[in-house]
């Protein structure tokens, strides 16, 4: 049995509806994300054993960041509380050409004060068989990326599996660090990485680069050049993402192996309901391929890619779409007919 | 003058809001709708006189639906009251690629429980001039089909014209009944009968075929057999939909008189509000069609397939469009453009 | 400094939610908006000084209007209150093939009982070195038209630049006169004139003509026959604006300066969130743009056309978009990347 | 079998939400109401065949309005359209001390614009057992005043009972007549008036008394005036209410049948849910009350005090209250247990 | 340790809102409710290890219930999947002298249909030290009654408290028995009884009886004829509740131990914002009071009035109260204080 | 002419709908409040100069509340930007005995991180007649404080009337100073004082002590110590608050002048719309009456009492009440009567 710890930061989502502007609300839709999260609502959705470790405040929204949690099924035994406040984001979400808008409230979260030592992870990944974390964490503050690190140390000793979303977020990294200051370290240990490749030469401190990912030809040595950074990385994966606007997306992804490109066919997305957390449903779409149909990389992808483009037709962050649904979606069928 | 009665269920409809899945709706959107209703609520809005005729049960939710029925300015002095429910269905509205889905929750409903006897048809259909029904009410229960077909049976004797929609629904035909061992009977005295060839083969317990829409010349063939066995048949029609996806419908007709195929352009409907009771507007429209424009086939079919189109942009069941609406459609505008 | 005054009506806008009809509504949206007022907001956004001057009714209705006024950063210090009631439009929203629709209530409203020698113009244009009208005014009665009339002279007297959006609404002009006889005289004074060609002629008294807006050698002919009918006029401009449904628009934009014909590229806009005010939104980027860049004419068509589209984007009549998303637009940027 | 034809103005109603003050709101629940539609609705709610008998504008809100009127059960069939706008009103609900604020906007309806001659009232008002008008028609104008008194003469000779309720209304009255130069006329034919003895002596242009309602023998001395001014009447009544706060009403009732007064208990109303209508929810039930027990008027006045305390707890204008529920209360039972 | 296990039907309740009538609602508001799940939630609320088992349909809805049992914190890991539908009310909440009405949806549900042998209950009572189960599920058809009283039994013989809350609901008891058939037999084996002296007769066949609890004296001859027809009875407690109306009520409570009767003083609870529940919330606190303080009963007691009365101040039909704010009432403050 | 100068935070409050709680929440009503900036409002309101000066975040919500002061009246043109976040609030609203809760979130805030010099207070004070600052701005931070301190220094060298609200806030005050070690030297310039008497010992240092406000006599005595501890103390104010529940509040107020003590009757202020800013709606009342009738103080204690009292009857945090609604209390009449 696979169960899969995720670490990082849940935050309350304060969203504009209909999509007013930031001006134009008076009111707020509220529900929670953030990037790990989101991947353990993915699996525990799936079926597959699911767990989220974090920091929360201990005030009333902490305890209710602890029952959505609880409500979508994510263990969450392991979380701890301290701190001052929950981190929080506004979300005005565009429409066509205008772009959604995040404003980022989450410095000095409980999550972001987080320190070594807060967490006995040697206790809480026993029976853990996948560890995952992303670029978030570490940008938020030194001591939640030293706290990540000691998680990751921790799960490499233990033989856990860790995976890796790069997730660079330009709006965070503002406590003196630059990615490329912290993550080659941290990256060391990660078996699976997801991101572009210009965003894994970036935070590795690597020259510039410009993939052209329609020339499959011309990856393998790119992403030849991560697998030397990153001992342990057997499986590098991009999501290609295509923006025609902010209603119009068009989605695909590529694998890589260390042997061989893996591409998955670009689908239209179309109209777009909510693509925050499109992401990191590709993440949790990739996480259950790869423990599901490990051999069939081909089929991870296309999971993946599929629970991506499912992703955008949901509000909110998580990724609420069942296995049933993405099957559909894999043998062809996107005519979204009434069931009834 | 004409008069059409309708007679099916009319169910308490609790929909999502903005697209929400099930497990994350807090609240319900509350309309109303059935399939024979929707039809009589269309003639009633393009100023003909309809009824519809079901059973209620007498607590404020009939109530309610019978105010319903007054608002939209269909005749209900037939209703009768009865019974332990109403009927109910839950609604989760989809978006592109994700399908909406329906939780029927009809089961031992008024309507369901209906009796033979229950309604004196001789002198309600006094100055009726066109009866409906459609393949859900023998769907539900042996005694509400038995009291379809008493129904039907006396608009039969009276004289009156019958129109059915087949409207195939696999939730339902849970009481040991398949539509080959009731609709056979009941589809005799139809004399138009809307509903794909395949449906209409498979209901009347024919071998299955797989009709090919495009080809126009295959099809007289086919709708052929549906007359020899529907003796009193002399319209056939076909809505034919081409789902591009839950928000992007291409909708188009096909309308057979026993002579000749009539073929309506098809038209791209995108996005979509909602598509529930798109059907039922094509039913509505027809009927009002072959009543303004018998010797116009063309014209009824053309007018079928607007009225279809515009309920995509209508929330809720009814088809609320207007007349003058529907001719700048026929006209070929398609602008949308503000009046004002 | 430039400083632009417009003046006009403000109206509380009420709008069904949802793309509902107006017999399923059960609330509506209150907001205001104002072809003339909406010009002022959209300057204002762009941190251009803007003053709206109107007549409002003595009550609450009319003070809400003026609080509107000020939050929107439009200054608002010549306002007079009289008269018995404020306008009103009900909106409903349409989708697809599905049109808007617009009831005016707004007879008899304070702005359409103003006289002239109700403003002290003289003292109101002060420092102000833009006047902008449109043709709404003239259309609401003939005191209303007399006061436009009133202004738009001393406007001249005081070397003021003037503009009109000819803005022809059918459903005004009720009051027993008809553009032709109103609208000439007005006109005279005109510095940049927006609108069709054709709507021009015909408010203008002149022979019908159907131009045709690709041909684009063919326009300075049709152009230059009102820059004789309007000897002030030294740019005139028109919105392209091409319908594929309600919720799909291509807009461009043509501007004649008399010598040369500079044209936009026309671009999609899809979906729709609100397309009124969308014209309101052209003329205030151009009003920018003229004032911004007068040299550069094909730049501040440009920016007229990016802000024309990015309106589509926002809900209620203002267009609530920053100079930096106009900018990124004209960059060619239209993908709509959450900014994070 | 009686039937009741009620005749006045309805309106749409736009009220802010939870409380707001106008200028904090940023929706109107929009609802249908006026005296005299109220008092239909109250009937049909109690089972007798009532109608209502307006002008409508030919618009989508005038179609609104006729829909609510089916919806309702209230018969419509003598409605006829014309004019320019339906009449409005913006209802600010106050709370504790601070009180509710209405802002008529129904000036030039097309109710205020009716004219004599409109309806065909001997036609209309065939089999008709009781005629019912109020204050404000004649507060609209001196053509809906005229129109009125065409109604009631009409009535009067058909042997109709006619019911006033004097309504009075300041905010009305505008178009250069006082109550006074008007109602006296009017009220000649009326057998029951519903108002405060002041009131009826301002509106009959007697001279001001002060009554002491708590003084129940000082009261026939000043009825018996009205009864001399008023030929035909024999029944006035007056509802007691006595204002705690917004919040808080006590309601009683006092009839006088020009021999002896009947008394109704004070009951406590608190808290208010809506008080508008009120006034209509009494004159409906003491109709309903005359009509059913016509010698038991101390009953028929309970049944009318009951419905008016009962309708407080009931957003909207109408008293949505069955009998079954005003007769728990009559029978003493205020407990407000929940029915399951 | 102590774990608390009920057992009962969780329906989906869907209520008006802002006190509207069911025939105003155009909407309902979802959430969940019943009897035995809301003390599981009070339980859980408070700190208590809480489970709650029943049956649930295998649909969205049923997996709805489920999230709502997990974020709630009540373990749900013995909760079977079977049946057809979920049990649904709907609730019209009423005010002042206006009462709340409950319609029942839930005949034939997954509860209702549960047969004796679908939970093996001596696995999932271990490790269970006290069992609650109210007249609610014996109610609902044989077979329920049948599951729980196997369920009584084999808690009965593994030696766990046993509490019965007898929640008589007139609007059920239509399978063909009475309470009087079927509970006596069930109250056998329970140590503690909430009720009302009188249903307690009534459902246990005995003479009827009309208690005054306001002479304390006596009640303990009342009591004791329970203590008799109940062998293992322990503890008899009354939730007094005089209805002053739907908005404001006075809720006290006794407790009889066989020995002696103990008083909690009654306390004004107005305005009321949810009254559905808050039976619930006191078995809720009245379990939480004797798991605490069992020899202290006067304070469990005062605990479950105070939990009862806090209640009425929580919308939906759970009592998400802290032990802190009881505290702080049983402490005498009721001042509602804003904590900042 | 008079001008009021406030200084202190805006914050953005987010509050629960419907009295729900936090965990029930998923929306929240999104508006702006702050001791200092409700007191301008209340002043904006009533027709006197009113300026708010603070510090914002340059980002949308920080222009969101900006847009928020302009639309109130209040004058903004001092206003900086700087920081990195908007202070927030979260609110749930209680009911009965059910206090309300607020999370503060506002550390770091762009207030809270001003420090001295960042504004010009000899030029922002010029034309400045009244300078208000509450308890609440020391209570932030340090920096706060200092800037704060600077501000009074310099008004008070301008001669200007400087009033101060204690406003203590026990969830506040977490850097490192209590009150006594910081107001007491801020409190030496202050004319005015509002606050409870054992507070102002409290927050000064002095022993403490339990005034009873019911034993008028005993009051100058404790008043008088403050006198002399604040040298340039002219009045000394008190609200008295009895709080029944959080539903109802009976207020009352306190005026000592160093001569006489001024006693406003108590009110019963039920329902309680919302209670938050109903002691700044006494402070702005306060200022007001002490502008307008300086020499009648009974006068200006009553209209700051009648201000509060019907501050709880408004949502949100600002009084906007009118001088007419007050005055009406003022004579007496506290019926709400609609007016119509």
């Known amino acids: 049995m696979n169960k899969v710890v995720t670490f990082g930061e849940i935050l309350l989502r304060l969203s504009t509806e209909r999509h007013l502007r930031f001006s134009q609300a008076d009111s707020y839709k509220a529900t929670y994300g953030g990037g790990e999260f989101n991947v353990a609502v993915s699996l525990a959705n799936y079926g597959v054993a699911a ?9 009333e929204l902490g305890n209710s960041a602890l029952k959505e949690m609880r409500k979508l099924g994510v263990d ?26 995040v404003i980022y409230d989450r410095a000095d979260s409980s999550m972001a004060t987080i320190t070594p030592g807060t967490i006995d992870w040697r206790e809480a990944l026993k029976e853990t068989t996948w560890f995952h974390w992303s670029g ?35 709006k965070l990294w503002n406590y003196g660090k630059e990615p490329k200051d912290v993550m080659p370290e941290m990256l060391q240990y990660s078996n699976i990485i997801l991101g572009d490749i210009d965003t894994a030469y970036f935070m590795l401190g690597m020259d510039k ?8 030809a011309s990856l393998p040595t ?27 997306q068009r989605i695909g992804g590529i694998l890589y192996d260390g042997e061989k490109v893996y591409n998955a066919d670009v689908q239209d997305v179309t109209p777009v309901v909510d693509r925050v957390g499109s992401g990191d449903a590709f993440m949790g779409g990739l ?30 962050d998580y990724n609420l779409i069942t296995i049933e649904e993405i099957e559909k979606l894999l043998a062809g069928d996107f005519s979204g007919k009434v069931s009834r």
């Open 222 to 248: 790119l992403y030849d050049e991560l697998f030397k950074k990153c001992p342990k990385l057997n499986t590098a994966v991009t999501t290609l993402r295509y923006s025609i606007s902010a209603s119009h």
């Open 209 to 216: 680069v410009n993939p052209d990912y329609s020339n499959e």
């Open 136 to 170: 978030i964490t570490p940008a938020l503050s030194q001591s939640a990326a030293d706290a990540c690190f000691e998680a990751i140390k921790v799960a490499h000793e233990m033989g856990i599996t860790i995976s890796t979303d790069l997730n660079y977020r330009s």
């Open 287 to 316: 996480i259950y391929g790869l423990l599901q149909t490990p051999v069939n990389k081909q089929r991870a992808l296309n999971f993946a890619v599929a629970a991506c483009c499912l992703k955008h037709t949901i509000a909110g």
């Open 76 to 101: 969450c035994h392991n979380v701890v509380f301290g701190g001052e406040r929950l981190g929080l984001y506004f979300l005005e979400t565009g429409s066509g050409t205008r772009a959604s808008n």
């Open 51 to 59: 767990e989220f470790i974090t920091r929360l405040p201990n005030n």
